[in-house]
């Protein structure tokens, strides 16, 4: 059954969403979309780290995302430059270093376009157990988490003082951002990952009036632009990752009529 | 350790400092099981601070604080949420902690916003909305209840209603309540203890014997202690316009 590529992009892709919907609604709601952009960007030097060290790809991206993460926390606690300049820092240099490092891997073949923007012909069965075990794992923890992790999102004191212990669920959750980096990054690239993360919880937050319901509709918006855009990537032999978004960029469109009918209801 | 099985939360001498100033300092105070303790003083004068340190927020604090109990409801005094989230009223009661159907009803219902259960919680208005925070806190059914201004925004008589509740859960709950309160009438009728603060503690003790100290006088006018006696004594400093202590 896994013999057939397409079929093999189509079950990846449908594990990724599975993960990135309710992960995406954090992103949106604790304002990390550019967070999870570094995280996404450093992903290029754990690919070249794999390939360097002959490590599997998910693992040695999973690792480098982690500790690029802590390095962030530790530059936001010893120095006055604000989150954004340290963000945008991190992204690009650890861009640049990934790009350089590739210059020097003269004896491997590289596909950048592929690394940047996915590409469903690479996604191999064992890429299969990664993502699903991998995906399982992340939703596990996310459930556990998710009732401190959602009070500090409303207000952080609140859950503090009763005893929710915010900061480590904050911890534990950019962990599962490396996380999910890691297993998405061959199937969306890694230019566009922070897409599959946001643009189906922005569509799902403007037809949903829950928490819960945000992640189902996230969840589902995710699964249809995975099997929209992978369809059309097969049809017009385009890249799989800009194929996803662009999928997700039209339900998010669709979305916005909804928007407007319930305001017209109000009025 | 507890000698007292009463005890909820101890504060010695606890105080806490931000970038080189002290918010406030040298606080001892303690609410016990079924007692109201109330903080009072003008603005800036520690007590959310207080509040804070007791609940534990603020964590590089000086001095000390014991605490006995795990199950605590807090209303804050300013709480800004984010309107990325959608969340009901409904949602909202559930955020902490997961409790039924009836108790959420009951909770809301005395506080009289049973109404707006299924409402956007970004639709209410500011006193629906502290009435809201209020149900959170007591459906839960604390141990411990920290209120900072828990009737901001709500109109008159909803005030006097709400503080009769306050007043009824901490009998019916036996829960001790750390209360910071503007409303002086309130303070002197409900209280049991009344903690007076200005950066440090200024005066505590029953709300009688607090309105009789002057320095309260000094803080809200002859007539806050008219409320309950005319009785002078001597003070041993005074308080200049930037809140430094300056002895007699």
Redesign the interface.
Known sequence: MFDDFFIRALVAGIGIAFVTGPLGCFV??R?LSYFGDTLAHSALLGVTMAYTFDLNIAISVFLISSIIALILIQLQKKTNLPGDALLGLLAHSSLAVGLVVIGFLTFIRFDIMGLLFGDILAVTTDDLLVIWTGGALILIVLKLIW?PL??S???Y????????NPDRAKAIFTILMAAVIAISIKMVGLLLITGMLIIPAAMA?NI???????VLFSIIGGLLSVILGLYSSLEFNTSSGPSIIAAALILFILSLFKIKQSIKLKN | MNSNKNILVKLNNAGFRQSEKWLVEGVSLTVEKGKIVTLIGPNGSGKSTTAKIALGIYKNIEGTVEKYTIKVGYVPQKISIDWTLPIRVYDFMLLTETIEDSAIDEALSLTGVIHLKNKNLGSLSGGEFQRVLIARAISKKPELLVLDEPVQGVDYTGEIALYELIKKISDTLNCGILLISHDLHMVMTATDHVVCLNGHVCCSGSPLDVAKNNEYKALFGEKASQILTTYEHKHDHVHSDEGEIKKN
């Open positions: 949106v709601w304002r009732k959602l009070a999102t409303v207000n004191e609140l859950a503090e003082a009763e005893g929710l937050r949903s009036d829950s928490p819960q319901k945000m």
